[in-house]
């Protein structure tokens, strides 16, 4: 059985993200970990925490983690995170709230302590800034290490950014922590803009979950804020991108994509914040290549995966 953390700014897509792995019964869903992003810190995690009592998965843990990067004092929802997952990250839909309470434990420390109890057999799914992995990297690397992968979903190697002309909207939230992961050694699957893009999802593949049961059809009232906002600004994609539930599928399907390894860092200067680029100083050092860079994706299998499970 498959051992997963998520780690997520509970938006839209990251929804779907959970439902998909809540609807594997052979995953054990060890905790899922909240960060800022698509909204402030606390909305995620209610936001997480909500979802999971629809889902009837109260049994999972919802660890809270950072409220903004690293060299910041604060966070404010960026005008894109709004435009494409709402004030409340999930398409102004009004969720049930759950009565039970976040975990004690934070984030980081929950996520060090599964490193350490479950080393190779753990695989972390981030679909947020980097900040809490980042964080437990520098409170515990040797720890961390021991984890079987990362699977991320940011960054963009061959293709243009969504947030500027070089980067990607998770990395440039926190470029610096994304650099501490890069470059931390752990085996790392980068599930970038070059291959989300192309992962896209119609309102018509969706007319199944009209009827399948409650979940479906909430999901779907949240996604259609999202397909409004992608038939606003990409009209000519005919859909809406699939960019976190394409790194929860590679978590379990490996196959789906194809992947590139090299050493990967991220720029921290003003002009190129947040570009992930070829690590060019250690090009030479075979231990350094540890990003596995998604460049091609399996659409249809894809699909197959996700729409079949939820």
């Given amino acids: ?23 594997h019964r052979d995953v054990d869903l060890l905790g899922v970990t909240t960060v800022y992003g698509n909204v402030d810190r606390d909305a995620a995690t209610r936001n997480t925490i909500n979802l999971l009592s629809l889902m009837g998965r109260d049994e999972v843990g919802v660890y809270s983690g950072a409220e903004h990067a690293l060299n910041t004092d604060g966070f404010t929802q960026q005008r894109g995170g709004a435009v494409f997952h709402g004030l409340n990250g999930i398409g102004e839909v ?26 190779d057999e753990l695989t972390i799914v981030a679909s947020g800034p980097l900040t809490n992995i980042a964080q437990a990297i520098l409170h515990d690397k040797d720890a961390m290490k021991r984890c079987k992968r990362v699977v991320l979903m940011g960054g963009a190697l061959t293709v243009a950014g969504n947030v500027s002309p070089v980067a990607e909207a998770n990395i440039f939230q926190d470029p610096h922590a994304a650099k501490v992961v890069f470059e931390s050694g752990i085996p790392i699957t980068m599930i970038g803009l070059d291959v989300t893009s192309r992962a896209i999802l119609s309102r ?81 050092d075979v231990m350094s290549r540890t990003v596995s860079v998604a460049i091609d994706v399996d659409v249809a299998l894809f699909k197959k995966h996700l729409l079949s499970t939820i």
């Fill in 1 to 23: 059985m498959k051992k997963i953390i998520l780690d997520v700014d509970t938006g839209i897509d990251d929804c779907v993200s959970l439902a998909y792995i809540c609807g």
């Fill in 94 to 119: 009004a969720l049930t709230d759950s009565m039970r309470a976040i975990q004690s434990r934070s984030a980081v420390d929950f996520l060090v302590d599964m490193a350490h109890i479950h080393g």
């Fill in 204 to 284: 018509d593949d969706l007319k199944q979950w009209e009827t399948k049961s409650d979940t479906t059809q909430t999901l779907l009232q949240i996604m259609d804020h999202y397909f409004k906002a992608h038939e606003l600004i990409y009209p000519q994609w005919g859909g809406a991108a699939m960019h976190d539930p394409l790194a929860a599928v590679v978590a379990l399907h490996e196959d789906v994509v194809r992947t590139i390894t090299i050493p990967l860092t991220v720029l921290t200067d003003a002009q190129h914040l947040g570009r992930t680029v070829l690590n060019l100083s250690a090009i030479e």
